[in-house]
Structures are given as structure tokens and as C-alpha cells.
């Protein structure tokens, strides 16, 4: 897999993703990211009773501990996300790689560009990776310590609706684009020219 740090001859931009300025295709990330909240809120209700974080039969430290574990493991979640990105574009070439925080979003970015096949690693690689390890983890503690694991998975897969999104975007476009990454917005670049 290898980034450029230069546009080849012949590349022109053929599509944007801005998730700050373009208010449709924010909107609908983050509808996609509450709907995907909603859905394995519900199936998660199915699989454990709610009612079981709540738990204190145990006595209210347990309580508080698993409460300070989903808010600590919530935060490093977000962290650990946005770092496996950048690990994937070094592993890519890429030279530097910028991690920040911008209008509601954390991200990892970069001056590079990318083809479609090593970009589609980058983006889906935290919701892969964290996702099954997440999984795992639900069915192997305690009952009481599922809903702390699950919500983390929760966030994982509704916080990955961007990720998913330009996957799914970009994934018809031809088979020679070069993706460049900001973070919080992507330009495409292609010798062919969109269909209108």
C-alpha cells in the first residue's frame, strides 16, 4: 500500500466530503450515527437486560467503577480510533500525519493521497479492529460489565458512520481515484470525470 505525496499529472478533483460546511452530508452522518445508536441500543436490550448496569445488589462501588470505566473507556476509545488511523497511514507511507480536533469531530489527517484500496483500510480499519475485539470482550466478563463494553461498541460503530459513509461513496467512483484526507473533510481526485 502507497500514499503520494503529490497529485499525479492528468488528476483533477472530481468530489468533496466536508462534514463541517456541507450540512446534507453532515446531517446525514450523524442521522446514520443516532439511527445505528438506536438499533444496537435495542439489540443490545434484547441480548442483556438494561436494568443490569444499573445493578447495585452488589453495592454502589461496583456501580461507580463500572460507570468510571465506560466514561474512561469511552475517551480512550475515541483516542485509540483515531490512532489506528494514523498507524494504517504510516503503514501506507505516510510521512506526517495530523490528529486534532475540529467543529465536533476528532480526526486524523494527512497531505497524502491515497488510492481507493489502501484508503478504504484507513477508514474502515477502527471499526474492523476495535470491532471485533469489542465483541469479544462483551461475551467474556460478567453480565454486570456487558453494557460497559457494549455501549464502547456502541460508540465504535455509530462513531465509524463517516467512515462508513465515504466507503460507501466513494466506493463506485473509478477505480483510479486519489483520496486525500484533512480529517473532517476529503477531496477526491480522478483522470475520469464523473457521470452527471
Known sequence: ?????????????IFRVDLQKNKKQAYLVNGAAVGIT??????????????????ISGGMKPFFIRVL???????GYVLLHELIHAIVMKLCGTEKVKLGFSG????????DYYPKAPYFCIALAPVVILGVILLAACFAVSVQWFWVLYFIQI????????????????APMPADILIRDHGTSMR???????PQ
Open 155 to 170: 460508540s465504535n460503530i455509530s462513531g465509524a458512520a463517516g467512515d462508513i459513509y465515504v466507503v460507501l461513496r466513494f
Open 1 to 13: 500500500m502507497k500514499s503520494f505525496q503529490t497529485l499525479p499529472e492528468g488528476y483533477a478533483q
Open 38 to 55: 438506536l438499533v444496537m441500543f435495542l439489540l443490545g436490550r434484547a441480548l442483556v437486560p438494561f436494568a443490569v448496569f444499573f445493578d
Open 69 to 75: 470505566a465506560l466514561v474512561g473507556g469511552t475517551v
Open 104 to 111: 465536533g469531530y476528532f480526526y486524523a489527517g494527512s497531505r
Open 188 to 194: 477526491v481526485y480522478s483522470k475520469e470525470e464523473l
